[in-house]
């Protein structure tokens, strides 16, 4: 039986709690949460105790921690779980700063403990099987990546202030998949970018809307375009295309009803949001963690991974204030 | 907190069971089986008991059963249960005899118990939200109902042989969306049917392709098409045609990848089976079938309706036999 | 230069002139009707003559005739031309009663003389091309052939009176498709209908809604479903399943533009009616009856063929009037 | 009776011919062509005079001249035929240099004689349908313009070394897409390009694979993409994403046949190359032509957008020599 202790009870730690509470061979042990009254729901709902971060690292019979606090005690908690012998999984980002990445990375290397980040779209079905089948050779060489991520609604401006920004926030996620995809890192980038959706997310020095563009060394083409608004729900869509043909992931919706009338024929709009897109991959992501941690196996997304995509935002950052490409 | 009884621990039971472990507010009192070893091992994995029929409903603790044995157990255990005074939930046929079925129907009328019966596709999210529109009047009044419906490999032919045929074992899921759909009963039925895919089915007085037309008396007609073996999948479509559109109900695929190359572009067969298919569908009728019991609502799918399902089926035998329509 | 007389300046009439004139080894010599007003600019558009019916058939140079007249001077006008020794291009069909349809069959047979049935939709790409994967063994052996075909909106009661009803007007072209798909003549076939549309429809003594199931001796079986109404548009689909796959003919569109919005996914509904859906169709069905008499090849679809398609009409009618299945 | 003096018998030409030839109201006066041969075939098809450019446009009778030959002769047949006082239709591009495009634009400003572009893709009914759309406000504001473009197959090598390169070759039409879509004009890009289809495209100086960021004034973002190989076909898409909604233009297949097997879902590849996809937009490109010289219109596309299009294709190859993106 393996012992969890979860910190953060908010809206993904629940989502996570529910999925270690479906499996007979883990046991969630703690719940720590600044918001007392979050952290004691969650802990009710499946029989665990509310603790502190100190108390839960220091129990032998925790095997394994899950961080889904905020995103500033992200690099904290992974080192002092790292420095307990704790197997970690940590949502994104490990920190908005590349330098408190490295230093955690640097950490996390010398406990030698399996730190998994959680870039959840790496285990949603759909896209999933597009990376085994490019893997699998069926597009031939991958030769140009094509990224659609576009939210339902902009989330409010106190969090856009916080957020790090579109690039570092909400195509991070784009950056990882690119990366997973391409299989090389990218060489040169170049960020356009406006504020098409709400002017006060200008006024809070951030962008709604925005293309990238990426090139690898060996030729690879890459170009993702985000939105914080699409009415039609989130839309979230990949296309490789290579030697031998395409791959392409589309949306995924509720139901399969097509209505055909006076006006046209139509059918569902993609699911609302991540909440509903991503549910079995948070259940996948969750099995992949506690069978990583029983097996001794690699994450499949490591602090690497996540201080590689920060890099990328980070430097589309650049690229968009100072309107030029940047090398990489 | 509501105690079940379950009778039947193989596959689909085994399911149910798993769904009943989903919900805080229920718990597995008791499992039952002829197969010692399937009811021990169910019984551990949700901490339950293994039992008898009579010791689980002679418990007063015990407020409703899952009934997921054989089919000749089912009008049994629904009059005992309903004797018991506990709620009832069945899987489909009460019976393959229209006389054994109208007795259960009495039995259950008597005690006032209710009793629901399992006609999963009830509760498909794509079959369910098509209907809701139907009922919406999206497409107006129904003229014109056509179901497909062809499992992806015949059943073994010792199976087939208990199974009371085609018409009572599978198509009766197709006559009870037909009943569901249509709003009004079939007053003529026609069926024409071969043995195309194994003649072993034939040898065993079987038939495993089949069509059937039926027509209602305010004029809608209703076309099946049924068949034991489909390479592609588990083929399950509903297209209802009306005096202001089209209604279409698709089949479902495990991702939404789409590959182009130079034979094609190719996309997901359908999900393999009822077990990938129905899932969700699963989930909702053990849910509804709980909360009925807790807000004392209607079944969505009464004993009655399983009586009517059996006699169109019934009634496709006659027809298919005496090569005539028949009416009803 | 093969130089063609036509008999009838219709709609129909001026789409196959339209297409004589496409082709530069074709010349439109004589323009036949009984509007005169519409005889005379078909022929000025063209640069034919308007003649009469004698004259054109005693032109020596005249090679072929198009007939395009109305449904009872098709039988006159086949034999007159047989006679004359000109090949043969006539609509469907050949007449609305059997007999005289035995009787052309005889006289054409006794000349020697080609003639090809217009049944258009063998000629529909798409249809064409799943006849062809049907052949060529992409679903082994075809089990269950499903037809709809239901078109945008009724024609006047005046004419509905004179079509020789749904059965021999409308679904004449499903019968044809039937047996060109199912390569086998059905030996039971059993029909049911109603009056949804237009109570008129029905006070003309014909109904406007129908489905039609039917059996071949090696086990075949084939339904078909036909309304004189669909709000979306000419529905014209062909479902054929078989042993090894599935082959679905669907529909065809003005263009590939899709929308999403708030309210959903939604593409262009199916193209208005016949003149749009079938333009290809008819361009190829020209350029086939050139072709054949250039070549002397076959029709495609022969007077036995109009005549056949014809029995399984009046059959149908038989099984509706008399409320049972009838044997062919 | 408009009639037309045509410059180039080639592939294009034949293709203008023929839908010039397709209207009662217009004759072909006219063909000329380096290739006497090629000249002399296509004269001869629609009973046109080979004829050499002078005697052409000395003819008063001319009306209008047609030109399709090569890149190189464009700007000065504009130039004399609208000296000449003929209404032009010329394909793309007028020029591949900037400093000639101005030149020809002044000589055609000063002579007042209407000149149409040839960008066929702006009369797909695909695409045109979409313009439509946008701009009723389907999609509330334009915000992300993303555009597929990618050709079959490589041109021969010798061929892409006078063509100007990808930019001015190939993306052009994409270029002018954009243009046309947005309806404003972009101020800054940046392309990235790569050999990856053939080392001998690389060795001419050129790239086969390229995507281009473009953003105008008000905040709209450009993407494209190109590849000069693509295996299942010639991939020919547009989406645009705007406030309340988006289009997608998707491929043109030959057949809506969908087969359904054990390896999964397939249906027909996108159409072969613009020669098949573009059937409707030559003949819709041609009739406005002539309808634009009867009725005095003004044509769909200019000389200026032409030039503007070639602007942008200098820009991309600027963007792509200097490792930058470059402001406009």
Not at 71 to 95: Q, S, W, Y
Request: hydrophobic letters at 45%.
């Amino acid at each position: 039986m393996l012992r969890i202790a979860q910190f953060g009870a908010g809206r993904i730690g629940a989502i996570h709690a529910d999925n270690v509470a479906r499996r007979p061979d883990v046991e969630l042990a703690y719940v720590v949460d600044v918001n007392a009254e979050a952290a004691a729901a969650l802990a009710a709902r499946h029989g665990a105790q509310v603790s502190d971060v100190a108390t839960a690292l220091a129990d032998k019979s925790v095997g394994a921690v899950i961080i889904a606090s905020s995103t500033d005690t992200h690099a904290d908690l992974i080192e002092a779980a790292a420095r307990a012998g704790k197997a970690v999984f940590c949502e994104k980002p490990v920190d908005l700063s590349i330098a408190r990445c490295d230093q955690c990375l640097a950490t996390v290397k010398a406990t030698g403990v399996a730190v998994a980040m959680g870039f959840n779209r790496r285990y949603d079905p759909t896209f999933r099987s597009l990376r085994e089948r490019l893997v699998a050779g069926e597009i031939g060489r991958l030769e140009i990546l094509s990224i659609t991520s576009r939210d339902p609604a902009p989330p409010p401006v106190s969090y856009i202030k916080v957020s790090g920004g579109l690039f570092r926030d909400m195509m991070i996620h784009d950056f990882d998949m690119a990366r997973w995809l391409l299989g090389e890192e990218p060489v040169e980038i170049y960020a356009a970018a406006a504020v098409n959706v709400d002017p006060a997310i200008g006024e809070a020095g951030d962008v709604d809307t925005a293309t990238v563009s990426m090139k690898t060394a060996s030729g690879k083409l890459a170009i993702i375009n985000n939105s914080r608004r699409a009415t039609y729900g989130y839309d979230q869509r990949v296309e490789a295309f290579g030697s031998k043909g395409m791959l392409q992931a589309g949306n995924h919706t509720a139901t399969q009803v097509v209505h055909a009338g006076a006006n046209g024929v139509s059918s569902d709009k993609p699911l609302d949001f991540f909440l509903q897109r991503y549910v079995a991959a948070y259940q996948a992501e969750l099995d992949d963690f506690v069978n990583m941690v029983i097996e001794g196996r690699e994450p499949l997304a490591t602090v690497a991974d996540g201080r590689a995509a920060l890099l990328l935002a980070d430097a589309a950052l650049t690229s968009l204030r100072e309107g030029r490409a940047v090398r990489l």
